[in-house]
């Protein structure tokens, strides 16, 4: 028999299951967060949901207004593009060390990962897709060996991902692309290119900022046509 | 008038002090920690006190062994080197940005932290001189103007912060060498020699992780002799 885990902190489990939400576009962004609606929904006392999203301001996806309340972050572009090269930094980093000690692992599960979203997409199922897309990139990560950057990716790539949900409408025309890009990035990583693997992945993620940055123009460019 | 703050989470405030006292050394690397005893020092309750160790076992710096009870962590070598990958790939990565957005704020600070490690090398102050090494580094990372790096570094460098205290003594022998390092590190930036100023920093951390290394196998020759 396995043996049964000890029962994780409530604190931390209120903090997944809120950082969760967000990500997929349950707590949409800019959407306010009570705390007793929370804890009603959640079943659990107001207290690990305030810790939870005080934990979850220090991860940068909750803002806290003094006096006002707590709000799903809304990221500036500038916020937009730190968080770009924060992920890009680490993620070619990882490629790096995953291609040089662990490729065939790598290659391994990206390809699983690329199977994922390709049925997804089959079954217009963006949910699924959105999971494979983690899987895929996690991948890397983990195929770094190094437990450290393990430890806090998670909670680095949460604002962009919650970012890619709420994008999902206009990335659905781009969403071929995206695809054609993991699929070069597999090979890439199968012929040890490790060059043209850490530009790859950099563009890739700059992509969705890219798109981020129209998105804001184009209601920029609405609310001046209303004013 | 400056407006008053609003109160910090007791979590995040615990948390902090936690953090510090192990960064410090004044709670040492392998030390139990019993959540009754810390929360009569700090004259909290055990509450957050739980909910602070959850917070720095996820970063790292406590280990939770079911059934014992928490502990201060004893990085094995491999995590030492995990941890000295992760913090000279964001630190060269800022180094990059920041010599490249900010040179001459860059160069101001880092001579700043300079300073400030010199007086505490005259007088023989081990605290003045850890401060001033964060100082230093810290530098790095907010003179690269990426707001994502900054939020996360301080829960990054936590591990390796505290085992350059615990090395304090073998390291004192070498103080020289780091100091001299930190001066070259303020030339190449001065110079605007990005490819060396990020070579010189991944050097830099990792002779440290090379220190932990001697004395592991320091004590293990120890504990051969004695077996």
Chains 1, 2 share one sequence.
Do not use: W
Not at 25 to 31: A, D, K
Not at 71 to 84: C, E, H, N, R, Y
Not at 182 to 203: F, P, T, Y
Not at 216 to 226: C, G, P, V
């Amino acid at each position: 028999m396995q043996p049964i885990e000890p029962a994780q902190s409530l604190m931390k489990v209120t903090t997944d299951r809120i950082r969760l939400a967000i990500i997929a576009g349950e707590l949409p962004l800019g959407s306010k967060l009570s705390e007793q609606g929370l804890a009603d929904v959640l079943q659990i006392s107001r207290s690990p949901v305030r810790e939870a999203l005080a934990m979850l301001q220090q991860e940068g996806l909750v803002e806290v207004v003094p006096k006002v309340g707590s709000f799903v972050f809304t990221p500036d572009i500038q916020s937009a593009l730190d968080l770009g090269d924060h992920r890009s930094i680490l993620e070619a980093a990882c490629l790096e060390m995953a291609i040089e000690r662990n490729n065939k692992t790598l290659v391994a599960e990206l390809q699983s990962g690329m199977k994922q979203m390709e049925d997804a997409v089959a079954q217009n199922d963006p949910v699924g897709y959105t999971q494979a897309d983690m899987l895929f990139h996690n991948a890397i990560v983990t195929c770094s060996g190094n437990r450290s950057i393990k430890r806090v990716y998670p909670n680095t790539i949460g604002p962009l991902m919650a970012l890619r949900t709420h994008l999902f409408t206009v990335m659905n025309a781009h969403l071929s692309d995206s695809m054609s890009e993991h699929a070069a990035l597999i090979e890439l990583c199968q012929n040890e290119d490790i060059e043209g693997a850490k530009k790859l992945i950099r563009a890739h993620v700059f992509k969705l900022i890219g798109l981020y940055q129209s998105s804001i123009d184009a209601q920029n460019a609405e609310a001046a046509k209303t004013a």
